[in-house]
């Protein structure tokens, strides 16, 4: 009878030990290990995105960095106001025309109506415009060269609106017009 109550208590500890260390424990390691698979599952996409962003770098490398200037001014990244109105100004006092009363509106989808469907369209465009307004004067072959000019340019721009108004006449009988004109750019969000 001795034994069996020795082997009883025994018993009773080991179930003990077992329930109230061994089983925590070893619930313990399984969670870290599945964590430490997740971490390695997680450090191997890494290496492969590493390797992946190093192709692609390698990629871009291999561009005629002129060519990136282009494709950059042609659709930046980022709105600068001040560059784009010096080259359409450097633009227009190329042909006698320099410009004047700039006015730069905000950006479209900020100015659109604030329905519903325009809130959800304008924030899925990948881009967003700008409106700029300026006055110039000039004879009318000088502004249609000003305006093929700007047309070929690297930028990107829509004419939104034109208003010529007849302002005076040179010594000469050409008549000089005034010109008002709105343009709109582009740039990637």
Same mark, same amino acid.
């Given at each position: =009878?001795?034994?069996?109550?020795? *082997? !009883?208590?025994?018993?009773?500890?080991?179930?003990?030990?077992?329930?109230? /260390? $061994?089983?925590?424990?070893?619930?313990?390691v399984?969670?870290? *290990?599945?964590?430490?698979?997740?971490?390695?599952?997680?450090? &191997?996409?890494?290496?492969? +995105?590493? &390797?992946?962003?190093?192709? !692609? +770098?390698?990629k871009?490398?291999?561009f005629n960095?002129s060519?990136?200037? #282009?494709?950059?001014k042609?659709?930046?990244?980022?709105?600068?106001?001040? #560059?784009?109105?010096?080259?359409?100004? &450097?633009?227009?006092? #190329?042909?006698? =025309?320099?410009?004047?009363?700039?006015?730069?509106s905000g950006?479209?989808?900020?100015?659109?109506?604030?329905?519903?469907?325009?809130?959800v369209?304008? &924030?899925?465009q990948k881009?967003?415009?700008?409106?700029?307004?300026?006055? $110039?004067?000039? *004879? /009318?072959?000088?502004?249609?060269?000003? =305006?093929?000019?700007?047309?070929?340019s +690297?930028r990107?721009?829509? !004419?939104?609106?034109l208003?010529? *108004?007849? $302002?005076?006449?040179?010594?000469?009988?050409?008549?000089i017009?005034?010109?008002?004109?709105?343009? #709109?750019?582009?740039?990637?969000?």
């Amino acid at each position: =009878m001795g034994r069996t109550i020795v *082997s !009883l208590i025994l018993f009773v500890a080991a179930g003990g030990v077992f329930f109230l /260390y $061994t089983q925590p424990t070893y619930d313990g390691v399984k969670e870290t *290990s599945a964590q430490v698979a997740q971490y390695d599952e997680a450090l &191997s996409k890494a290496t492969e +995105l590493q &390797s992946i962003k190093q192709s !692609l +770098l390698s990629k871009y490398n291999t561009f005629n960095p002129s060519d990136i200037d #282009r494709l950059t001014k042609l659709l930046p990244d980022h709105v600068d106001n001040v #560059r784009l109105i010096l080259d359409i100004d &450097s633009l227009a006092t #190329r042909h006698g =025309m320099p410009i004047q009363n700039v006015v730069v509106s905000g950006a479209t989808s900020a100015q659109g109506d604030p329905t519903a469907i325009g809130s959800v369209s304008a &924030s899925k465009q990948k881009y967003d415009s700008l409106t700029i307004k300026f006055s $110039t004067q000039g *004879s /009318y072959q000088t502004f249609t060269q000003f =305006m093929s000019d700007l047309e070929t340019s +690297l930028r990107i721009v829509d !004419l939104v609106s034109l208003t010529i *108004s007849r $302002t005076a006449i040179t010594t000469t009988g050409d008549p000089i017009y005034s010109y008002d004109v709105t343009l #709109r750019t582009y740039w990637l969000k």
